[in-house]
């Protein structure tokens, strides 16, 4: 009996990998573009039959940790070829060359066509080469201990609704980048405040775009993505001051409704828990009966009951784009306590 249940076993197990290997083949969609980098940059020495799911070089890796994670098997495949900053460099181009939709996804999320090699201090940093500048994020600017990345002034909230204390009408936004990204920090070596910058290699491709990673596949690990970081935060800043303030307070901090700036419940819950909060309101199972307005659609499963309901739905006012803008602006209230 044993040992027909270790044959039946063991067939199993052939299959399942066998499946694993049919999937894996089908879905390395990447190795298309990887071809195309070769035959566009073929003195690199770049061998698509390596697939460079982690850079080489030290700084990448910290702890049992990786800073850049597998974003570049797709994206700047040549990352431990020719480094972090060319790579960067090229991410833009490549993607209006390889991308069939490049132009939608452009005018969709405010692309600029730059994609930023570095955080730097200021708004530009020079080459390595000395050729220019190249284009980097300044953390001055973007910075989460910065200058303040933009104000915004509040009408018609003199008192928090909650907690009773007068409101500031007016507040100062701290950047998105946080502060353990710092270009002082992590690049102490350079006398040169103007020059003090970090690349990819060190933060992270997620540092940034911070997108959902929640599975293998290319679906899902595009869940959620911040696209353009610096839209994202400005974007996202105007819907919620638009819409959010009244009830969650000027820095998040709640009032009606609850904080939304507390560590505790921004690293607890997800980006799709906060997605059916802000689509379906209090329609949804998991805030029925609440003031949240379903600024969305309503949820399939809802039915009306005065009496528990304080409200009826209403209509869509927020696109789904717009209600995962605003899920990213939430989010960069987290504090980064160590690098992702």
């Known amino acids: 009996m044993s040992r027909w249940l270790f044959v039946v076993l063991s067939a199993m197990l052939v299959v399942l990998v066998g499946i694993a290997a049919i999937r894996d083949s089908q879905d390395r969609t990447y190795l298309a573009i990887q071809q195309q980098y070769q035959s566009d940059y073929n003195d690199t020495g770049f061998n698509i ?20 994670e597998r974003c570049i098997s797709c994206h700047v495949p040549d990352i431990g070829t020719i480094g972090p900053e060319l790579a960067a460099q090229r991410l833009a181009q490549d993607f209006m060359k390889y991308e069939p939709n490049a132009q939608a996804i452009i005018t969709q999320n405010h692309l600029t066509g730059i994609h930023p090699a570095y955080i730097a201090n200021g708004p530009s940093v020079q080459s390595a080469t000395g050729k220019g500048v190249v284009a980097a994020m300044s953390y001055a600017v973007y910075g989460a201990a910065g200058t303040g990345f933009l104000p915004y002034s509040v009408t018609g909230l003199a008192t928090n609704a909650k907690q009773g204390y007068a409101v500031d009408q007016s507040t100062v936004l701290a950047g998105p980048l946080p502060a353990s990204v710092a270009p002082a920090t992590l690049d102490p070596g350079e006398t040169n405040p103007a020059l003090q910058k970090v690349g990819i290699d060190q933060v992270g491709c997620i540092v940034c775009h911070n997108g959902g990673r929640l599975s293998l596949s290319q679906a899902d690990a595009h869940q ?8 994202d935060f400005t974007g996202g800043a105007q819907l919620y001051y638009t819409y959010c303030v009244t009830c969650h307070g000027v820095q998040g901090e709640g009032g009606k409704g609850p904080p939304l700036n507390n560590q505790d419940r921004l690293g607890y819950y997800n980006e799709d828990y906060y997605y059916r909060c802000i689509e379906y309101g209090f329609t949804d199972f998991e805030h ?4 949240m307005p379903n600024w969305g659609s309503t949820a399939p499963d809802f039915t009306y009951d005065p009496t528990r309901d304080k409200q009826k739905p209403g209509s869509r006012v927020l696109s789904e784009n717009q209600i995962h803008l605003l899920i990213q602006f939430i989010r960069h209230w987290e504090s980064y306590t160590t690098l992702p």
């Open 49 to 68: 039959q390596v697939q460079q799911i982690f850079p080489s070089f030290a700084d990448a890796k910290r702890g049992d940790t990786f800073r850049v």
């Open 288 to 291: 029925i009966g609440s003031i």
């Open 224 to 231: 959620n993505m911040i696209i353009n970081p610096e839209y």
